[in-house]
Structures are given as C-alpha cells and as structure tokens.
C-alpha cells in the first residue's frame, strides 16, 4: 500500500466517503464519455440481430482489429500477412510482463491503466484506449439495464478494495460510500462471523437494489444469515457477480436470502471478451466483443476446453489468441436459447484450468467437481482445499452450528470418492480463511501443480 492510499485510509470516515464520490464521479466520466453512446446503440442495434448480421459484423470487427494491432504493435508486425486468426501465435500471460512495451499500441502516459489481481500468480498490467474503456463500459451498462439497473440506483458492492482498517471494525465500519452515485462499498477482506452483526447491520440499513462484486464473499455474507435463520426484508433486484466463477451452492443461498435474480458474467481484468446470462439464465458469448477458441490438451478445437481469446477491446494491449487460462463447456451448436438470442451459448464456466488437485489414481480433479463434494453437506460456510504434497490435502472449513461430526464424515467421505483413497484428507475447523491480495478467495490452491 503506498503512504497515499495508507493517509486516506486513515482520514475521517465522512472526509474519505467524500473523496470516493469526488473520484468516482471524475471517473464515470471517463467512461460515459467519448464514444460511450455510440457503443449503447451500437449493442442495442445487434442484440436482436440476425446469424448472418452478426457473422458479418464479427468478421469485419475482427480483420479490423488485426489490421490495427499488426500496424501499430511492434509485437505483432511479424504477422502482417496473415491470412486468418490461426496464423497468429498464442499469446501467453508472461509475454504481457515481459514484453509489454513491444505488445502495447500506446504509451502509458495516454493510456488508461489496468492491472490483473494476480490471484495465481504475478500481477499483470495492461494499457487501454479511452475509447475501449467506454466501449465495454458501454456493454456492461447496456447488459445490466435488462434487469433495470443503470447508474444512480442504490448499488452495494463487494470487490477487492481494501477500503477499511480494524478501528474502523471498531467502530461497527465495514464500508465506504460514494453519496453522488449511490454506491456503498463493503470490505470483502472483514466479513467472518465474528463481524457478520456489522456487515448485516450496515447492508440492511443501505437497502440496495442492485449488488455487484464477488460472488464468494456475498455467499458468504448470506450463508451466515442462513445460520442465523435471517432474510433480507427489502428487496434486491439483481445481484451481478465479478471476477469468480459463480458456483450452483453461490446462486442457491443467496438467491434463498435476497429473493434477487442472479445475471452471471465473464470477462477479465486484461480485457477478455464478454459472456452474459440472459433472461432465460443461459450464458451467451458475446460475438462483437471478440473470439473464443476453446481448446483441449493438445490446443486443437474442442466443445471444453481452455479458452483462447482474441478481444477487439484491447487496441491498446492487443489481445490476440491469449491464453487465459479459463475453462468453459460450449453447448452444441444446434442450441437454441428460449430468448431469441442468436449468441453462442455456454454450457458452463469452469473458472481457472490451474484449479485442480492432483491425485496419484485419479488424476486431476477440477474446481466444479470438487466443490460438487458440499452437494448434501449441511453446515459448511465456505472451505479451501490447500495441496503441498501429491498424496496429501488439507481442508481448512468455515462452519456454522451444524457442521457436526456427522456432516464433517459425509464431506470427507465426498472428497475421498474424489480424490481416491489414496490420497490423505485432513478437515480443519477454523474461523475464516485469508483472501488472496486481490480480495479474491480461492477454493482451491495447488503448490505442486504436477
């Protein structure tokens, strides 16, 4: 944290809720203006579009995007002649770090500066155009007014900020506010059982109508209202989660505590391409944001797979068959979603294809699969599955009054049909579990990765 950030921590709560609203407001600014508008009617234009309008458009945004960054980056001049995407090389996070300057269309100094959490590794920093910026804040606006969200209403949101100290725990503080927008930032870094009266208190009185942020640490929020057999009594109209894979155990409790829709995203720090849940709760590719390639273990097409993905957003950073490092399952082609929408369709999101815990008889065991081992389990807030040794895992787990014995047999009986016998299981019962610095938290942390 630098001396600047650490002072306005430790300024008065009403002096730092007033700078957070001057900020912010400075900020939307950025991102409503330029072309902002342009790209709202834009998306509005080609939400309803036909299959051959958007091929059409996809192609002509792409061979555009191509023809820029292969013109303007020194990185991917080498692929001047292409013919098609396959020509270009896969794109790797360590040639961001190691070669952002070459990669980057613009100088820092006229760029809009982003940085990735670093969750599974070294954190990254890409460039954005301004205009870029308003685009996918054009986008993320035009999806979220389907469930009449839009800037203004009263917002609760939960990301990776570490906004908050423990003198202002103290003094029941868990949040920021931003007054002129109707945002109320809550620590995602605080929220354990021992401070849950503080956070429930302070979410109740702001009565939101939309939220946005961490799936995880809303669940966890919810999860303990469950113990505490509580229910939001005013109404929240649509929870957005970021940055996490959304779990079926995430949607289940928090949509049992806040009666609210739950409108699922994908993109990334970096700059990926969108997925979006629609209406019918289905997960649409978003085609006029970029390309995903989905790939198996030999990087040939595939329905599941890791993603590749190639992002018209990004002319500042060109994004260029990046290897993300993601998992989803496409539906088959001959899906058709019940809300008319022509966007291919994604079965499923699989979060982090380095989320796995390796097994001598089993091999690897994904993120999905491993957190499906709560499925019949009561009791159980939120667990981490740590791997330092191959026939060795230990379970830390967050629990509530009904977490008994009983319930710690029936997870660990889960985990073992999972990870084979093999493999020794150790449950821990704690108090919470530490975030990563992003604020992000990890089911699962594999430090062998064999």
């Given at each position: ?12 709560h009403l002096v730092q809720n007033l700078a957070i ?430």
């Amino acid at each position: 944290m630098s001396l600047k950030e650490d002072l306005g921590r430790r300024s008065p709560h009403l002096v730092q809720n007033l700078a957070i609203s001057v900020f912010n407001t400075y900020q939307y600014r950025v991102r409503h203006g330029g072309n902002y508008q342009k790209y709202r009617e834009y998306f509005s234009k080609f939400s309803n579009a036909s299959l051959s309008e958007i091929e059409s458009e996809q192609s002509s945004r792409l061979h555009n995007f191509l023809d820029k960054s292969t013109s303007n980056s020194k990185w991917y001049s080498r692929f001047k002649d292409y013919k098609d995407l396959g020509d270009f090389n896969i794109l790797l996070k360590k040639d961001i770090i190691e070669n952002l300057d070459a990669i980057a269309t613009i100088k820092e100094k006229d760029a809009v500066v982003n940085f990735t959490g670093g969750t599974t590794g070294a954190s990254m920093k890409v460039l954005y155009t301004k205009d870029n910026v308003q685009e996918r804040n054009a986008l993320l606006d035009h999806f979220r007014a389907q469930y009449g969200y839009k800037l203004g209403k009263k917002c609760a949101w939960f990301s990776g900020k570490n906004i908050i100290t423990e003198k202002d725990l103290k003094k029941g503080i868990c949040h920021k506010d931003d007054y002129v927008n109707r945002i109320r930032f809550f620590s995602t870094f605080h929220i354990t059982d021992a401070n849950f009266d503080i956070y429930w208190t302070a979410f109740c009185k702001f009565a939101p109508e939309y939220i946005v942020g961490f799936p995880s640490s809303v669940y966890e929020l919810c999860a303990m209202a469950v113990s505490r057999n509580l229910k939001l009594k005013s109404k929240v109209k649509a929870f957005f989660p970021t940055a996490e894979t959304l779990l079926p155990v995430h949607r289940e409790v928090i949509q049992s505590v806040l009666g609210c829709k739950i409108a699922d995203q994908y993109a990334s720090s970096e700059g990926a391409p969108f997925i979006l849940e629609c209406i019918e709760g289905n997960l649409h590719i978003h085609p006029l944001t970029g390309i995903f390639e989905v790939v198996d273990d030999s990087l040939q097409p595939a329905l599941e797979g890791e993603i590749l993905v190639t992002s018209f957003a990004t002319e500042g950073t060109p994004l260029i068959r990046y290897r993300i490092g993601d998992r989803i399952t496409l539906a088959p082609k001959e899906y058709k979603c019940n809300c008319g929408s022509v966007f291919p369709v994604v079965k499923a999101i699989e979060g982090r294809s380095t989320d796995y815990i390796s097994t001598p008889t089993n091999g690897k065991i994904n993120y999905v699969n491993i957190t499906n081992s709560t499925k019949g389990v009561a009791g159980i807030i939120q667990f981490q599955v740590v791997q330092n040794e191959l026939e060795r895992v230990e379970v830390m787990v967050v629990g509530n009054k009904y977490f008994d014995e009983k319930q710690q047999e029936k997870f660990h009986h889960a985990l073992t049909e999972r990870f084979g016998k093999d493999v020794l299981i150790s449950i821990e019962v704690v108090d919470n579990i530490p975030k990563e610095k992003s604020g992000k938290f990890r089911v699962v942390k594999n430090n062998i990765k064999s």
